[in-house]
């Protein structure tokens, strides 16, 4: 599956910015789906990941309350809302999709298929 995500940029702290990941070549919703980060010096995270129904979801502690992550099966594509956006949110960000019977995954190597990553700039 190819991964194609947009949707980043440079806001004030306090602001928002809604990031999309649209899918194509196989069946999107046969996978979890999952949004990661990676900030400068520092190593990938995960931001946040939604199973293939979107009913269920995981967001990193330091995300938790600000960011929320959801899909549409239907347009082949999963969104990470960003709220409340902080300096330390600053990263590249990066949708993967996980193939897996279960999960959705907190582990970037579980996941196959990743995005080219969209650039986050939060200035204070």
């Known amino acids: 599956v190819q991964l194609q995500a947009s949707g980043g940029g440079l806001v004030q702290a306090g602001g928002s910015l809604r990031l999309s990941c649209t899918a194509s070549?196989?069946?999107?919703?046969?996978?979890?789906m999952g949004w990661f980060r990676r900030a400068p010096g520092k190593e990938r995270e995960l931001a946040a990941c939604?199973?293939?129904?979107?009913?269920?979801?995981y967001y990193a502690d330091s995300v938790k309350g600000r960011f929320a992550v959801s899909r549409d099966n239907a347009k082949n594509t999963v969104y990470l809302q960003m709220n409340s956006l902080r300096p330390e949110d600053t990263a590249v960000y990066y949708c993967a999709a996980d193939s897996r019977t279960v999960g959705p995954s907190r582990i970037a190597s579980d996941y196959d298929y990743w995005g080219q990553g969209t650039q986050v700039t939060v200035s204070s």
């Open positions: 939604i199973t293939k129904s979107g009913v269920y979801t």
């Open positions: 070549g196989r069946t999107f919703s046969n996978y979890n």
